[in-house]
DNA sequence: TACACGTGGCG
DNA sequence: TCGCCAAGTGT
């Protein structure tokens, strides 16, 4: 046993020596530029993470640079690489090693794994990487190759195997050489002892790999299945602003924690379902799955006859309910999917006019009254518009594309004071702001036919 | 322990 | 097409 392992950290050693790729986070043992790296590599790919690591190391080149930094700005330059509390635990680590270790990233294992979003595999690997200490630092790679090599059959999805493999690796590590015999272990799993079809041929370590000589290496590692991603669908409002607002689409931040926290998207909710005669039915038609634009001419048709008109009138009212703000969802526009590790999103986006808030019924009333008789409202219409009478709280909504609110008489529109959280924003302000994926793709859909 | 937490690439 | 999975952590 001691002369397998023996063999393995000392082949795997040199094999690493000649076959190590070269990478941005290599060209130094700089701590900062360890930790920013294996952050993002966390459940990432190396292709994915390289320009976003140039770019974040340009715009934040020091701790100090990174903890001063507005978190907004470090949110837009992690957009589009995913698990964004990330980046955040990741500032809040930089402003640590500022308030606490004088701007140093200490030696220390402890205080390393003391630091936000550092669990044990980051700390294994700053403290080796950058200060070249024994510590073990086990990923998925590193998990696959050891299962391999020693042929052990435990469930590694388990936390108790990765403890058990922890101490193995350990104790593999050559003296002086962890940061090496660390990175080694992960490239050899990158390169050649990869997840599908391994190319042990060409393995330093083949001769006396366990699984390989029981002819194993196709089932191991073992690993449980993760649960299926339940399915969302959701009504998306893509408001397109009047009067002062045109040319811009109104977004919301995200909460603090949870889901894709703090980042900017439409509004949009989850689509209840309608249950008839005893079975549960989605108001929703079943369409193509990939991002889907609805051609223009499909929504002409008058409003009562849309099989959208449901979707349409339950998008109002959640949006009324939930901001008190009252938009009119004018036709659905696109469809679009997003997966996450956990959920499958399936997007109706509805083009949507922004129905600005009056405070009297009296206006209302006449407000409507005038609507009716500019013939701006439709008498197909009306029905629905009746619909927005009995929204929450009473509130009733002027029509505001932009030509009826330029002729509306009477009470003025008022700026209608937006609830917290909610922006109007022309394609220009998405320099600033991050949004995760799937509404890039929708707003750059958007900008795109409409510019 | 189990789940939340993004995204893209690949066979 | 689709399931798997990639340098995990926090709760």
Redesign the pocket.
């Known amino acids: 046993m001691a002369d397998i392992k023996l063999y393995f950290s000392e082949e795997l050693l040199s094999w690493f020596h000649i076959h190590k790729?070269t990478?941005p986070?290599?060209q130094n043992r700089d701590p900062y530029r360890v930790w920013v790296?294996?952050?993002m590599?966390?459940?990432?790919?190396?292709?994915?993470v390289i320009p976003y690591y140039e770019r974040f190391m340009d715009r934040f080149p020091t701790v100090t640079a990174l903890a001063e930094a507005p978190e907004a700005e470090v949110l837009k330059c992690w957009?589009?690489?995913?698990?964004?509390?990330?980046a955040r635990?990741l500032q809040a680590g930089a402003r640590e090693v500022v308030d606490n270790y004088n701007s140093v990233i200490p030696d220390d294992a402890d205080a390393v794994a003391g630091?936000?979003?550092?669990?044990?595999?980051?700390?294994g690997?700053v403290m080796s990487i950058a200060f070249n200490r024994p510590e073990p630092a086990v990923?998925?790679?590193?998990m696959?190759v050891l299962s391999r090599y020693f042929c052990l059959e435990d469930d590694i999805a388990?936390?108790?195997t990765r403890i058990q493999l922890e101490h193995l690796a350990k104790s593999l590590i050559p003296e002086g050489a962890a940061g090496d015999f660390n990175?080694a272990l992960?490239?050899l799993?990158?390169l050649v002892c990869?997840?599908?079809?391994p190319g042990c041929l060409t393995c330093p370590v083949m001769v006396h790999c366990q699984g390989r000589l029981v002819g194993k290496e196709n089932v191991l590692p073992i690993?449980t299945?993760?649960?299926?991603p339940?399915e969302e669908r959701r009504l998306v409002a893509l408001i397109e602003g009047s009067g002062s607002n045109v040319g811009k689409v109104l977004v919301r931040q995200r909460p603090e924690?949870?889901?894709?926290?703090q980042?900017w998207e439409l509004p949009h909710l989850l689509e209840e379902e309608v249950v008839q005669e005893g079975k549960a039915i989605k108001t929703g038609r079943g369409r193509k799955?990939?991002d889907t634009i609805i051609e223009e001419s499909s929504a002409v048709m008058g409003l009562s006859a849309s099989p959208d008109s449901g979707q349409m009138e339950q998008l109002g009212r959640g949006l009324a309910a939930e901001t008190g703000l009252l938009i009119r969802p004018r036709h659905r526009w696109m469809e679009a999917e997003?997966?996450?590790?956990?959920?499958i999103w399936k997007l109706d986006v509805f083009l949507a006019d922004f129905g600005f808030v009056l405070k009297e019924k009296e206006i209302q009333q006449m407000q409507y009254e005038t609507l009716l008789q500019g013939g701006l409202v439709a008498a197909e219409q009306k029905a629905e518009y009746n619909n927005f009478e009995t929204a929450p709280d009473q509130l009733f909504s002027g029509y505001a594309a932009s030509e009826t609110a330029a002729s509306v008489s009477g009470p003025e529109q008022q700026e209608v004071p937006l609830p917290a959280g909610y922006r109007w924003i022309g394609p220009e302000d998405m320099r600033e702001l991050a949004f995760?994926?799937?509404f890039l793709r929708i707003l750059g859909n958007y900008w795109s036919e409409r510019y």
């Not at 299945?225 to 299926?228: G, R």
């Not at 997003?338 to 959920?343: A, D, K, N, R, Y």
Request: proline share 7%; glycine share 10%.
């Open positions: 790729r990478l986070w290599r790296s294996e952050i590599l966390q459940q990432t790919r190396v292709d994915t957009e589009g690489l995913g698990y964004y509390s990330r635990n630091l936000k979003g550092i669990g044990p595999y980051t700390r690997a990923d998925g790679n590193v696959r388990k936390p108790r990175q992960m490239e799993g990158a990869t997840p599908k079809s690993k299945k993760a649960k299926p339940r924690t949870g889901l894709l926290a980042m799955k990939k997003h997966i996450f590790s956990h959920i995760p994926n799937v």
